[in-house]
């Protein structure tokens, strides 16, 4: 497995160096550049996906489509075009920001700490997916509108990341724009 590393960041949001993955996630995590990224397909639906149980934070519960960590010297949309081959087998059109400046910060239940500025991309399926089962234990195409509720009475059972994600995606209409889509 090879080792991946995160930008580390100050916070004014510049990069001030870069670590190792495995030995950024901890109790002490310190702000790094991340992103997430909601797949749409033509009826408006996005993709969610469950967790896998063998992950480090937050196994087991459901999120968004994928998310994931630039390299250093990475551009961001090349970043999520290649995590979504990596974790979903997937290929990506019409890839465009959808938060831009999102910042989060959460700790599981071991006490793990993301802390993350992790702008939010939105971007159409071409194609089918095949997610990787050590990432992803399961997948639902969803309405927007439906998840929110789901999400308001099991806030437990999805990612904080999520949780804050998705009411400004709603409220912003971010889910109604997009490439070729009436």
């Known amino acids: 497995m090879r ?7 100050d ?6 160096g870069s670590a190792d993955k495995a030995e950024v996630h901890g109790s002490e995590t310190p702000l790094h ?8 397909d033509d009826e408006h639906r996005i993709l969610v996906t469950r967790r896998s149980l063998t992950k480090r934070t937050w196994p087991g519960v459901w999120t968004n489509s994928f998310c994931g960590h630039p390299s250093p010297g990475e551009a961001l949309e090349d970043a999520v075009r290649r995590r979504g081959r990596e974790e ?9 920001p959808a938060l831009p400046d999102f910042r989060y910060r959460a700790a599981d239940a071991s ?8 702008p939010v991309f939105i ?5 089918s997916i095949e997610p ?3 990432e992803v234990a399961e997948w639902a195409w969803v309405d927007p509108h ?7 009475l099991t806030p437990f059972a999805f990612s904080p990341w999520l949780r804050d994600q998705l009411p400004l995606l709603i409220a912003r209409r971010r889910f109604d724009e997009g490439a070729g889509h009436a």
Do not use: K, M, W
């Open 3 to 9: 080792s991946e590393r995160v930008v580390l960041l």
């Open 11 to 16: 916070e004014h949001r510049r990069p001030i």
């Open 33 to 40: 550049l991340a992103f997430s990224c909601y797949l749409r």
């Open 88 to 96: 979903l087998g997937a290929a990506l059109s019409g890839l465009r």
């Open 111 to 118: 006490g793990t700490v993301e802390n993350e500025v992790c």
């Open 123 to 127: 971007a159409e399926l071409d194609g």
């Open 132 to 134: 990787q089962p050590d």
């Open 146 to 152: 439906s998840l929110a509720r789901s999400v308001a």
